[in-house]
């Protein structure tokens, strides 16, 4: 994998690692984007990994563009000597899908979608071969996702499925953006899960809502104290589907500030996952249910 | 002691310099559209120029005072009227507890910045005053101004110099048709030869989509892509890519119809490839176009971005100059 290197205007340098996404690029992304961080480069003010690319900003008063490139530069080999190792952890996401509230958002924007006869999960079960919804949800909910990058609004984590590529689930976005989606919205557009932080406008297909904020700009919720986005690049997602009761009791628990999502310290290697995947979803589902 | 809203006007904001560093986690840096006016209207006033004042979109607030002090108003040719006497931009006005302020209609630029004496002390959210609405951070509630609102000032430091002017020569306004210099990279290649010598080419215009996230260009000729398999991941579309980190001033074209250029509230990402971005030295001017302004989209390379942002450095010690 050769990455291409390009600026973003005098501040920023762009790096594309890879124009596909996979989960190598994703580490390199993140191993590079590590060493970035470690070298504390002068003049660099901004380490911004995404999915299978990065950015980093910098003020060019302090250190010239070309030197910038050029350090990176240097830095791509040693990075993907690394071994693809991360110490990070596991966090179970409860998720009611085909919830009413983005059942009746959907519904106000069928004219922007491929399918107005269907909702978004029934199109995407159906385009993605499977027989039922319920099935799709197994799926979704089935094998772990790596938080690929987090960013467009306010800790907007964007989750990448930990499966052979052959089973990743592919949609496209509304043919129009809505200028609507209820906040915890667990969304999916292209190879891509992710959870709506805020309100706000989306293109990504809706299946469902979180009771568990990510973001809290006032840090009053329990485990946003220290920051207020919960998500990191490397975090690892199970989602765990619910029904309506206990989405609501989720919901008093986050309200009474009591809600403590189950998070477990776990080592992930990208050389065991590749050799064996199911066997390694199956020992992180493990070690985040072990007690 | 602090200020009274008594009307808002269209979008009027609290603006500092902004939160650089949390990009990385979608929020973005935000502050003042154009910087070099709220750091004259804070020197004017004797601020530090990173304080926070207001910034506001084609209609001036109406605000009434509560004590004595000095503002000033710069940016967009937005004329302040105290007590209904028009008075001078890009001044130092001293004024007394019960005087109101309010505004002629705007003569031209977008935005205008008022700068009080001791700045407008709202609560920081990460280090920054600025308003980012979307993630509900700084400002009051993380929200623009509404009438009723109360707006604090810090201590001034007396340092306000009433009366201080700073001429035309030292300020900096979008012309008639008015140009943009692109640095091109990013998905540059993505893009036929000729399609990329036209977009230079032709002239575009500010459409109504344009405020703190990103201004948006009609009028062009679409953009004809170069043939490709749609890499996994990417999305069908020949603008989409993998989602990936947008810059500051990245020129993005969805479908390869209308550019956005995205400004200080930036989504920090997303799937739709990008032509180039602008110079930093041209930020500041973007934020004072108008819907309907004819630009054009100047080609340079990183040798003329750089000498651009050191004559614009150069501007504003030119302005530190003149006060001292």
Redesign the interface.
């Known amino acids: 994998m050769t990455s291409r290197y ?7 340098v ?1 790096v ?1 690692v ?5 989960l190598e690029a994703f580490f390199t992304t993140l191993s590079m984007t590590n060493a970035v961080r470690d070298a504390k480069i002068d003049g660099v ?11 980093i ?1 910098f003020d ?2 302090v250190i010239h ?2 030197a910038l490139m050029d350090r990176l530069k240097s830095m791509e080999a040693t990075a993907a000597k690394q071994e693809p190792k991360l110490t990070t952890r596991i966090i179970e996401i409860p998720v009611y899908y085909q919830d009413p509230w983005t059942h009746e958002t959907l519904m106000r924007f069928r004219e922007r979608h491929q399918d107005p006869e269907a909702t978004d999960i029934e199109y995407a079960a159906r385009i993605n071969g499977y027989d039922s919804v319920d099935a799709f949800i197994a799926a979704h909910s089935g094998a772990p996702w790596f938080v690929s ?8 984590p ?1 989750l990448y499925q930990m499966v052979e ?1 052959e089973r ?1 689930i592919q949609v ?2 509304y043919l129009r953006p809505r200028t609507d989606t209820p906040k915890l919205t667990v969304g999916y ?4 899960s992710c959870i709506y ?2 309100r ?1 406008a989306g293109g990504y297909q809706m299946f469902g809502v979180t009771p568990m904020p990510i ?1 809290d ?1 006032e840090q009053k919720t329990g485990y946003l104290k220290d920051f207020m ?1 919960f998500f ?1 690049p490397g975090d690892i997602v199970k989602w765990k589907p619910i029904d309506r009761a206990e989405y609501d009791r989720c919901l008093a628990a986050v309200e009474a500030n009591t809600y403590a999502p189950r998070i477990r310290e776990v080592v992930f290697s990208l050389d065991e996952f590749n050799a064996d995947i199911n066997g390694t979803n199956a020992r992180l589902e493990e070690a985040l249910y072990a007690d | 002691m602090p200020i009274n809203v008594i009307t808002s006007g269209f979008a009027t904001t609290i603006q500092d310099l902004g939160r ?2 949390y ?5 973005p840096m935000g502050g003042a559209m154009d910087r070099f006016a709220l750091r004259c209207a804070n020197m004017l006033v004797g601020n530090d120029e990173g304080a926070a004042g207001l910034e506001c979109v084609f209609m001036g607030p109406e605000l009434e005072f509560t004590e004595d002090c000095t503002f000033a108003v710069t940016g967009g040719d937005l004329p302040p009227k105290l007590d209904g006497e028009v008075l001078e931009s890009w001044t130092a006005i001293p004024v007394k507890a019960g005087q109101k302020l309010s505004f002629d209609y705007l003569r031209s630029g977008a935005r205008a910045y008022i700068a009080f004496s001791g700045g407008i002390d709202t609560p920081l ?1 990460l280090g920054s005053r600025s308003t980012y609405p ?4 700084g400002g009051i509630d ?1 929200r623009a101004v509404q009438p009723g609102d109360t707006l604090p000032l810090g201590a001034a430091d007396g340092k306000a110099k009433t009366g201080a002017h700073i001429p035309e020569t030292l300020r900096r306004m979008p012309t008639r048709e008015t140009e943009l210099r692109v ?1 091109p ?2 998905y ?1 290649h993505r893009i036929t030869e000729a399609s990329g010598t036209r977009f230079f080419e032709e002239t575009w215009k500010v459409a109504s989509e344009a405020d703190r996230m990103g201004y948006r260009f009609k009028g062009g000729t679409p953009l004809e892509f170069v043939d490709r398999e749609p ?6 579309d020949p603008s ?6 947008y ?4 020129v993005q074209v969805p479908s390869g119809t209308e550019p956005i250029i995205l400004h200080r509230d930036a ?5 739709y490839f ?1 032509i ?5 030295a041209d930020m500041d001017l973007i934020g004072q176009l108008q819907p309907n302004v004819p630009t054009r989209f100047v080609k340079v390379d ?1 040798d003329t ?2 000498s651009a ?1 050191r004559d614009r ?1 150069k501007a504003l010690d030119a302005v530190r100059a003149h006060l001292a």
């Open positions: 390009t600026f973003g205007g005098d501040e920023h762009f594309e890879s124009e596909e996404m996979s003010t901004e380490i911004c990994p995404a999915n299978a690319s990065f950015q900003k060019p008063d563009p070309d990058m987090v960013g467009f609004v306010s800790g907007l964007f590529r990743q496209p976005k557009g292209g190879c891509f932080s805020v706000g973001y700009p986005v990191k | 650089p560093g990009y990385h986690l979608g929020i959210d979307i993630g509900a951070l993380g640095l990279g990013l540059w890499p996994f991941g990417a999305g069908s989409n890519i993998t989602d990936a980190c810059p500051y001033g990245s989504v920090s990402g997303g799937g990008m180039g971005t602008v110079i930093s990183m971005a750089l942002r450095a």
